[in-house]
């Protein structure tokens, strides 16, 4: 199996299991219909079932592939982009909540900036990429956005 996969799934798991233990020693709801600790249990069930999922899609390959398969060399412009990815993400995350708390930028326009920016850096960049994730990232900012405000009541600004 891709070595890579683990080193992305075990930090997660291990994240996703620190939020569920954090989120057991939040109070219990007074008058919210989710109460405080449904934030963070709702990001740990979705990290967990994301990385289940990548897991999975591994395990399949490899079964469709076999044991014996031959690795492919990746193209030269993945390999130049490659060495981006282990500062560019991070770096972006870093800018992405700097601009929302210090800058007080619009949280959609946000995010949408930020999930273009992370698909360009983590896939091959193209205009027709960049308007997928452009569409992505509107998509997940609005929805993101109506439940903050609708169930959480928290307004994302």
């Known amino acids: 199996p891709p070595i ?3 080193d992305f799934t075990v930090p997660a798991l291990f994240l996703a299991g620190m939020l569920f233990y954090g ?3 939040l109070p219990a709801p007074r008058f919210e219909p989710m109460g405080s600790a449904a934030l963070p249990q709702i990001l740990g ?3 967990v079932f994301l990385a289940l999922l990548l897991l999975l899609n591994v395990w399949r390959k490899l079964q469709a592939a076999g ?9 030269t412009e993945a390999q130049g982009l490659a060495k981006f990815r ?3 993400v991070p770096a972006c ?4 909540v700097g601009a929302l708390d210090f800058l007080q930028a619009p949280f959609v326009i946000s995010t949408i900036a930020l999930v273009v920016v992370l698909g360009m850096l983590l896939s091959k960049p193209t205009l027709r990429m960049a308007l997928i994730f452009a569409l992505f990232g509107l998509v997940l900012s609005v929805s993101i956005n109506l439940v903050f405000t609708h169930f959480l009541f928290v307004d994302l600004g």
């Open 23 to 25: 989120a057991m020693g």
């Open 86 to 88: 282990p500062l560019g």
């Open 67 to 75: 044991e014996t398969a031959s690795e492919e060399k990746p193209s």
């Open 4 to 6: 890579g996969i683990f």
């Open 93 to 96: 995350l870093v800018i992405y």
């Open 45 to 47: 069930g979705l990290i």
